[in-house]
């Protein structure tokens, strides 16, 4: 290669190193994604990924109503109503799935589904769809978190019920919410929610063989399974 070919080559592999990630992961992506946000916390993460610009479909199941939520997002309401939340049982059962939810995967995506575990919607959710992809051989990834110590021992003991029965079921990884303490000390909650949604971005990005591995991450404090 002479010295003139070896300048443009490297001038264009430069470009290509400092494009915003989110050009790379519109250019290059293999598959068509579809994001799903599975209760409050799966939902606040599909409107942080959302704020990557990233060409993909996006919904979140979840109640109640988010009137704020972009008109790409799609919504659909699903849970107890606002005033029951004081009376809803955090505990492992069969949810409803009604004709709504299951008419979002008829497609052929790549359906990235978030959720939050330790609550009743999001995580019965998780279990439940990560049951029904697999069985109708569809192509997904699950990315769950595990709640902060603080929050209880009911909602610790349910998330790890669900994550133990969900041990079958491949390609799904979580992030353990205490690594933010860890981390960062003793933020506030509204801080340690937003860098928990950046961690889950982060997370997907990493099980994507086509994006190199981001150095946020500690890969020994993340729990993959599949």
């Given at each position: 290669m002479n010295r003139r070919r070896a300048i443009k080559t490297l001038t264009a592999l430069a470009a290509v190193v400092y494009l915003p990630k989110f050009e790379l992961f519109n250019n290059s992506r293999p598959l068509k994604f579809h994001f799903i946000g599975l209760g409050g916390a799966g939902s606040n993460i599909i409107e942080h990924i959302h704020k990557k610009r990233i060409?993909?479909?996006?919904?979140?199941?979840?109640?109640?109503?988010?009137?704020?939520?972009?008109?790409d997002i799609e919504f659909i309401q699903f849970g107890p109503a606002e005033h029951d939340y004081h009376t809803y049982k955090v505990e492992m059962k069969d949810l409803e799935i009604t004709d709504a939810i299951q008419n979002t995967f008829n497609s052929d995506s790549m359906f990235v589904l978030f959720a939050g575990f330790g609550g009743?919607?999001?995580?019965?959710?998780?279990?439940?769809?990560?049951?029904m992809?697999?069985?109708?051989?569809?192509?997904?990834?699950?990315?769950?978190?595990?709640p902060f110590k603080f929050e209880g021992t009911s909602r610790n003991v349910f998330a790890?019920?669900?994550?133990?029965?969900?041990?079958?079921?491949s390609n799904v990884h979580s992030f353990n919410l205490e690594v933010i303490r860890q981390k960062y000390g003793n933020v506030t909650l509204n801080v340690a929610f937003?860098?928990?949604d950046e961690f889950c971005y982060q997370l997907f990005r990493n099980n994507v063989p086509e994006y190199s591995t981001d150095p946020l991450l500690n890969q020994s404090l993340l729990r993959n399974q599949g």
């Open positions: 060409n993909a479909r996006y919904t979140c199941i979840t109640s109640p109503e988010r009137p704020h939520l972009p008109d009743t919607t999001g995580t019965n959710l998780t279990r439940q769809l990560s049951a992809l697999h069985q109708k051989d569809k192509k997904f990834m699950i990315i769950y978190t595990m790890l019920k669900t994550e133990q029965a969900m041990d079958g079921i937003e860098k928990a």
